[in-house]
């Protein structure tokens, strides 16, 4: 169920033409393709038979004598349920983008990706270079995690966190992490990459099991609705995490 209804775009910028073309009309890819090695589209006055020809939404972009105008980019917010995937389509669980009531979903995709059993902040959009900047292991975004835990930790465990823990499998400590306790089993926890499976293989990294875990921000974005509710990110939300 859509919450509010800010629907913002974000400045537009170079992409190829075959993706120009599928953004603005209701052509796949391929189709797409046809259409341009057939010179039906037309850059500033010119035919362009090359499908990887840069364009921008400033171009004069022509088709069947209509001008194209891409779709604005959609950026969202979700609170995940528990027992449900970060997927397009239903699996073992049902698709997240079961609770989306809007057209083209099959076009979005999820910037970091939480477990079946995990809640919490999703975000969802249309833009790669947006997510990108969201998921990238350079970008190191923040993610913020409440975590219930089988047992109390040790004392020592947030400054280990601090340093960096050994994940099992992997060649590199983890990226500092701060851990906050919030009782002796319960804890906040942040940190800056996204490791498949990453805080679960933290804990257990040392001795302890998360029987609960709980994304509530990534980057300044706060998660501030029900679980299953979904809505637009605003403009200084999506513009904070950059280009
Ligand atoms: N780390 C995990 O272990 N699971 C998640 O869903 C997210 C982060």
Redesign the pocket.
């Known amino acids: 169920m859509l919450l509010s209804c800010i629907h913002v775009s974000r400045k537009s910028h170079a992409m190829r033409l075959d993706k120009f073309v599928c953004k603005s009309t209701q052509l796949t890819k391929s189709e797409a393709i046809q259409r341009i090695h057939q010179g039906d589209i037309s850059v500033n006055s010119e035919i362009t038979m090359h499908e990887a020809t840069q364009v921008h939404e400033n171009n004069i972009i022509m088709f069947n004598g209509l001008r194209l105008k891409t779709r604005e980019f959609r950026y969202i917010l979700l609170h995940k349920p528990a027992g449900t995937i970060c997927s397009n389509v239903d699996e073992a669980y049902p698709s997240l983008f079961n609770y989306l009531d809007i057209d083209r979903v099959s076009e979005l995709h999820i910037a970091g990706r939480?477990?079946a059993d995990?809640t919490g902040l999703v975000l969802i959009t249309d833009d790669g270079r947006w997510s990108f900047n969201i998921t990238a292991p350079t970008s190191h975004c923040r993610k913020v995690?409440r975590v219930v835990l089988s047992k109390e930790l040790a004392v020592d465990v947030a400054s280990k966190f601090e340093k960096g823990i050994q994940l099992q499998g992997e060649q590199h400590l983890t990226l500092p992490a701060i851990l906050e306790i919030i009782s002796p089993s319960e804890v906040r926890l942040t940190i800056t990459e996204g490791k498949f499976?990453?805080?679960?293989?933290m804990f257990a990294a040392v001795g302890s099991r998360?029987l609960s875990?709980h994304?509530e921000k990534i980057g300044e974005v706060n998660l501030d609705i029900d679980v299953g509710l979904w809505r637009y990110l605003t403009s200084d939300e999506v513009q904070s995490f950059g280009k």
């Open positions: 939480l477990d995990t995690y499976h990453q805080v679960k293989r998360v875990l994304r």
